[in-house]
């Protein structure tokens, strides 16, 4: 998912040849780090299998889960991009990875020509209702 070469001189660590950081600065910013806190006291893991069974479409599938599924989806990317938040702030991938993650939210506005649905163009005073 991301990739970055680390080399080590000394009590210094070059990230990708660029960036340097003194002896067990990553650790320690990521231990010192509120979110990581956040991230470690949160099930991100469970709720992503949650979201997993409740964005499985099934023909046994509860109709109460079917009916919020738009909502599960939105739930879904919410949790996935507090994740990418989190990530991106911490080192070194604050400084070697940009903040610019394609969201659902972007496909589909960027390429809503592919994902019309067609009811604007029916015509209704045929009866087709």
Aim: charged share 25%; aromatic share 20%; proline share 2%.
């Amino acid at each position: 998912m991301f990739n970055f070469k680390a080399y080590f001189w000394g009590n210094d660590v070059y990230i990708n040849e660029k960036f340097r950081y003194s002896s067990n600065e990553i650790l320690i910013a990521y231990l010192n780090d509120k979110c990581v806190k956040y991230i470690l006291d949160s099930d991100f893991i469970g709720k992503i299998k949650q979201f997993k069974q409740r964005l499985t479409i099934s023909p046994y599938m509860d109709h109460y889960v079917f009916s919020r599924y738009n909502d599960n989806v939105y739930s879904a990317m919410s949790v996935l991009e507090d994740i990418n938040r989190i990530i991106f702030s911490l080192p070194p991938f604050d400084k070697i990875l940009n903040y610019s993650v394609i969201k659902l939210d972007d496909i589909l506005n960027g390429y809503d020509r592919f994902f019309k649905d067609g009811l604007n163009s029916m015509d209704y005073s045929l009866g087709y209702i």
